[in-house]
């Protein structure tokens, strides 16, 4: 329980109390309420609420997608390079599995700061973690187990995930290492969703929440 709080209370001051989204922000709002209806962190949350909620002619509407301003969006990038820069680059996921996922999306905000592969190690790294989880095949995999032992498990079998391979071609085009997008994973990623064949790959599980 403890280290769910830590991680939402990360989350609510790294974005100002905006949260990643309409369902998120809900939940934290209740989680501080019913730790202190009267606390600093539920009024933080409050103070946010116009952001997702206004009244227009027709009715209420509400932001139902992420809310990040500009300005939001800095302090969010800032964090995610800082906390990046701690773990190497080798960057734990908190929604989807887990090490690739995580990788990928930092990569992804090193990018938008004007962090390559030529001139940030810490790019290098990330792309060096990517290549060294590939498969043989071209593609890529990674297992549940990697969540609760906070270690990087490859699928049983070394088997592929589409949506992982996904993201890892992903993380490699924001670490501007296109050359490594070599030529057996794009077949890969193409033959996989062009046939959908989801017998010959298994459709693991690859995000920890609905």
């Not at 509407?61 to 701690?86: E, P, R, T, W």
């Not at 973690?129 to 906070?150: A, D, I, R």
């Amino acid at each position: 329980m403890q280290k769910a709080i830590k991680y939402m209370r990360y989350g609510a001051e790294s974005s100002r109390y905006i949260s990643i989204g309409c369902v998120e922000k809900s939940l934290h709002m209740m989680c501080c309420w019913a730790e202190d209806p009267n606390g600093d962190e539920f009024k933080y949350h409050l103070a946010r609420v116009p952001d997702y909620l206004w009244l227009a002619e027709d009715g209420m509407k509400m932001q139902v997608n992420f809310c990040y301003d500009n300005l939001n969006s800095g302090f969010v990038i800032l964090h995610l390079v800082i906390v990046a820069y701690k773990l190497s680059l080798i960057m734990y996921g908190y929604w989807g599995i887990c090490f690739i996922y995580g990788t990928f999306f930092v990569l992804g905000g090193l990018a938008s700061v004007g962090k390559t592969y030529n001139n940030s190690e810490a790019v290098r790294r990330a792309v060096g973690f990517l290549l060294s989880t590939q498969n043989e095949e071209g593609g890529w995999g990674e297992s549940l187990e990697s969540c609760p032992s906070m270690k990087y498990q490859p699928l049983e079998g070394n088997r592929t995930n589409l949506v992982q391979t996904s993201w890892a071609m992903l993380g490699l085009l924001y670490g501007g290492q296109v050359s490594d997008l070599n030529i057996r994973s794009v077949k890969l990623l193409i033959h996989i969703s062009y046939i959908g064949i989801q017998s010959l790959i298994p459709s693991d599980v690859v995000h920890t929440k609905d």
